[in-house]
């Protein structure tokens, strides 16, 4: 009985030492962590303080430029400066919606052109000039869909906002 109230103390003692090394690991790993987050929250501040300040001075910087475009493109299309932005986003929605229907009725060309030849060598053997009028549709379609920018398309559908500011700030970059 002894020997076990023996071993039964030993095992107490040698467990509340690895329990003290154990606590003072993880307020070792809590103290670590606690520098790491705050590190880094100082880090970030102080990046978004710097972007801030930065574009603040790109803002001020670039403003008279951007003012003086805006005024341009006013008197252009003759309407005030302060409906300029919305007439230029809908000139950019009104744009995308003429490129999508170029591109729909390119590919349908292109497509109703495969299908009159597919047709037409499946009961000729030959190229006449029948055939041609078939083939020229689809070289000519073929050629202006390969040409086609599809992405100015689906930017000026999907965010004709980015493509305004885009003019404004080309325009900005022409008058200085």
Known sequence: MKKLLVLFVAMLSMSSIFGQ?????????????GNAISTVYNDTKSTIGTMY????DAVEFLYPEVKSAVIAI???????????YTIIVKKFVVDGVADLIYFLILAGV?????????KYFKTH????????ISIIPFIISLTLLLNFNLSEMLI??????WKAIEFILETAKSLV
């Open 21 to 33: 090394n154990l606590i003072s690991k993880v307020d070792s790993v809590a103290t670590s962590t």
């Open 53 to 56: 300040n930065d574009s603040k």
């Open 74 to 84: 006013a008197k252009g299309i003759g309407c005030g400066v302060e409906h300029v």
């Open 110 to 118: 292109l497509i109703y052109s495969c299908i009159a030849i597919s």
């Open 125 to 132: 053997e030959r190229i006449d000039w029948k055939c041609l």
């Open 156 to 161: 000026c559908l999907i965010n004709p906002e």
